[in-house]
């Protein structure tokens, strides 16, 4: 049932006119339609009254015989038939009539007539001589007489009036419809005037972006309620843009105070190493630092792409970018630690993409590091392109990720109990770039053991 509502408040709007339109319109025709029949059954009876009141004080003076001869009031023109009926509803004398011989009332109505006096009207139908129903109007009134009281009951043909009615009803079953659809479509027009200016202000929202500030919404027409919206929301995106702006300064300005220390840091570790002579314990703590110290180099790094990507301003550049170039230089800055793990990394394949150096070297170092954090022994990186992408792809022969982890392995700080490294930063970062060049990662475990990693970009 839900399933089949309106999503629109425009469609509502006008399913709501055209049903209420319907529903009043129903409670209207059925009370004109009430007073209608009213109206004609007292047009009716209006006329029955004068014969019925002359044909009674005949019966009264002459007997229930009186109708049953040439009777003035009944000869045609007039279809008016009378009867003579006794209290128990049995027929006294009739008028001639080509049709059925039955009382025009039922004994219990006779009863109340002779016994209250009451005069009563009724519809009933007839048999006529052709063997069909004709629907006449009663009209019903007690008659004394020397042998006490009678009903004398007169009818006349309904058909006319029925007739009329039959059109009437006709009328307003087509056009009621008629009414309510026009109701809906006028209430559909009428609304897509008003909501106007909505979509404006809709289509100018799709428009604003964190990428070019200043942009704001414009409306014209709709009234003071919608201005006074827009004002607001104006009002609202100017307060963001302000946030995001002090948002981004800060970031910037502590990237740039965090690289500095970073790299004095590890510029003095890397002289003190180079001096550290042949013991070999001081090399190992040494080495063991300055793994350290480049991993807090990227995590600096990485909350800097990761900040950048939430404010909107990581975009993907139109730069051709060579992706051997970035394997080569994420080697050479990762086999350090790949030696000190005892891991191997292979390289095959070319291929050139476009978009941002910085940011897809990022990515790159991001999937060699994670790799060689858990490979046992060898790291195969290899570039393929296939019509119009290009897929990088990092395998490894460690455990790979555990089943749990895999569906969540890039979002943010997501780690994996099993191994206890890493800040759950480095995938996240590196899906948040593929996205902004306009390409996905996905992660598998290899059959044989171990993970791939693979990143689809389109190719220049």
Do not use: K
Request: hydrophobic share 45%; proline share 5%; glycine share 10%.
């Amino acid at each position: 049932m839900a399933r089949n509502r309106p999503r629109t408040l425009r469609s509502r709007l006008a399913l709501i006119f055209g049903l209420t339109t319907t529903i009043v319109a129903a409670c209207f025709g059925a009370l004109l339609l009430h007073q209608a029949r009213r109206q004609l059954a007292n047009a009716i009876d209006e006329g029955l009254i004068p014969v019925a009141t002359e044909l009674a004080a005949r019966v009264s003076a002459e007997g229930p015989g009186v109708i049953s001869g040439p009777v003035a009031e009944l000869h045609p023109p007039s279809d008016t038939i009378a009867q003579v009926l006794d209290a128990d509803g049995r027929i006294l004398a009739t008028s001639h009539y080509l049709g059925d011989d039955r009382p025009l009332l039922p004994p219990a109505s006779a009863a109340t007539v002779a016994g209250s006096g009451r005069r009563i009207g009724r519809r009933v139908s007839l048999v006529n001589a052709g063997g069909g129903t004709a629907p006449v109007r009663v009209m019903a009134l007690r008659v004394t007489t020397g042998n006490g009281p009678v009903v004398l009951a007169t009818a006349t043909s309904f058909d006319e009036p029925r007739r009329l009615e039959s059109d009437l009803e006709r009328a307003l079953a087509v056009g009621l419809p008629i009414l309510a659809a026009a109701v809906a479509l006028g209430g559909w027009l009428v609304t897509g005037a008003m909501f106007r200016p909505v979509q404006s202000m809709i289509e100018g929202a799709d428009t604003i972006s964190a990428r070019e500030p200043g942009e704001r919404l414009e409306i014209t027409g709709g009234g003071a309620e919608l201005l006074a919206l827009a004002t607001r929301l104006n009002a609202m995106l100017e307060r963001i843009e302000d946030a995001a702006a002090r948002e981004r300064a800060f970031l910037d300005d502590a990237s740039h105070e965090l690289r500095t220390p970073i790299s004095i840091v590890r510029g003095e570790l890397e002289l003190a190493r180079g001096q550290a002579g042949a013991d070999p314990d001081l090399r190992d703590a040494l080495d063991s630092v300055l793994d350290e110290v480049e991993r807090l180099e990227r995590l600096a790094h990485n909350l800097l792409v990761l900040a950048r990507s939430r404010s909107g301003t990581l975009v993907g550049g139109d730069t051709p970018v060579d992706l051997e170039t970035l394997v080569q230089r994420a080697v050479r800055a990762i086999s350090r630690r790949a030696e000190n793990r005892h891991v191997q990394i292979h390289c095959q394949g070319n291929a050139v993409v476009n978009g941002d150096e910085s940011s897809l070297q990022r990515a790159v170092l991001n999937l060699l590091d994670n790799a060689v954090r858990y490979a046992a022994s060898e790291v195969t990186v290899s570039v393929d392109e296939h019509r119009s992408l290009v897929d990088l792809s990092v395998v490894d022969d460690g455990p790979g990720f555990q089943a749990t982890v895999l569906p969540r392995a890039f979002e943010r700080f997501t780690r994996d109990p099993g191994h206890g490294g890493g800040m759950g930063l480095g995938l996240a970062i590196t899906a948040t770039i593929a996205a902004a060049h306009g390409g996905h990662i996905s992660a598998v475990n290899r059959p044989g053991g171990g993970a791939e990693v693979r990143l689809r970009l389109p190719a220049a």
